[in-house]
């Protein structure tokens, strides 16, 4: 199975302030911190003017209840185009045969602020669960979505 989802967010900082928020690595570990990751480092891999590569790896809680463990060990790779301010990001987690997410970032123009669309493809191919853990996992990017439009907003 999968699912595609899309969130429009609304900031009051331009998009090139929100780009440099979400390229910040200092940034990128408190806002994982506030989101729940229990320990985050973030590794530039590649910058040049127009492009940024950066690679956020996390220990976070366990929330999959078709899992015993109580962590996750997760990758999210986001590679910036800076100049369109927009980016192209995958997640990758130990111990997870069968899940899969890409999806996409952008900021645009939006009156005196801008709008931050996230569009996100999620596949999981586990049988009898695939439906139901798509669906879980589906809301809590939503979810996560929203708390870090009002982490970024403050």
């Not at 690595?25 to 003017?49: H, K, N, Q, W, Y």
């Not at 980016?87 to 931050?116: F, L, M």
């Amino acid at each position: 199975m999968s699912r595609r989802e899309t969130v429009d967010l609304q900031f009051a900082h331009s998009p090139d302030r929100l780009v440099a928020l979400y390229t910040d690595p200092a940034f990128l570990v408190a806002e994982a911190e506030m989101l729940g990751a229990l320990e985050t480092t973030v590794r530039e891999v590649f910058r040049s003017d127009e492009l940024l590569e950066l690679v956020v790896d996390q220990r976070t809680p366990n929330r999959n209840p078709f899992s015993t463990a109580k962590e996750v060990r997760q990758s999210l790779r986001y590679e910036w185009d800076l100049a369109d301010r927009s980016c192209r990001w995958t997640r990758t987690a130990e111990g997870e045969k069968g899940v899969s997410i890409v999806g996409t970032h952008r900021a645009v123009q939006a009156g005196e602020g801008c709008r931050y669309t996230l569009s996100w493809d999620l596949t999981v191919s586990l049988p009898l669960v695939g439906g139901k853990l798509e669906k879980m996992l589906g809301e809590g990017v939503v979810k996560a979505a929203r708390e870090r439009e009002a982490f970024a907003a403050r």
